[in-house]
């Protein structure tokens, strides 16, 4: 067998809004540990300039006594997590709600579950549905660090035919 084109490939990456039936959970993988190199260049490139990201010194003098992973940091990897189970094919509607629930440390790794929690026809697209899910973002030892919710437009199967 030779090489997929191009074609096949975007036929294999993402699911369907079929796919994702309410109360459908989704264990996602890889997950990713977090460097310090990580946060500084994304706390940098963000122009979020807080030392605690940043400045072992001053985060020694916090009531964490270390360097916490920017917050935004972990929101964009734990979404990233999801993209290939959940919006794929579809399009990104936006976060009902983002809630950081314990810190994240230099040197956690990343993991992530979802469920889908509301899964409708489109009113407007008779060929898209709209899936909402929450998303957990968990580190090795299962301490949960962030959790959210956003909508997903995704494509009917019936409509790709």
């Excluded at 369907?16 to 309410?22: G, K, M, S, V």
């Excluded at 977090?34 to 500084?40: C, S």
């Excluded at 916490?68 to 929101?75: A, D, Q, S």
Aim: aromatic share 8%; proline share 4%.
């Amino acid at each position: 067998m030779g090489e997929p084109d191009v074609d096949d490939r975007r036929e294999a990456y993402g699911r369907w809004f079929e796919d994702l039936p309410e109360g459908r959970e989704i264990r996602h993988w890889p997950g990713r540990t977090v460097t310090q190199f990580d946060d500084i260049w994304f706390s940098q490139m963000t122009m979020n300039q807080h030392p605690l990201h940043s400045d072992d010194a001053y985060a020694a003098g916090t009531e964490h006594g270390e360097c916490l992973v920017n917050g935004i940091l972990v929101l964009a990897l734990v979404h990233g997590m999801t993209v290939a189970d959940l919006s794929g094919r579809g399009v990104h509607l936006g976060y009902r709600e983002v809630t950081m629930l314990a810190p994240t440390h230099h040197g956690d790794s990343l993991y992530a579950r979802s469920t889908v929690i509301e899964a409708r026809a489109s009113a407007s697209k008779p060929d898209k549905g709209v899936v909402w899910v929450r998303t957990h973002g968990f580190t090795q030892d299962d301490r949960d660090v962030i959790r959210f919710e956003r909508g997903i437009m995704l494509p009917r199967r019936h409509a790709a035919t």
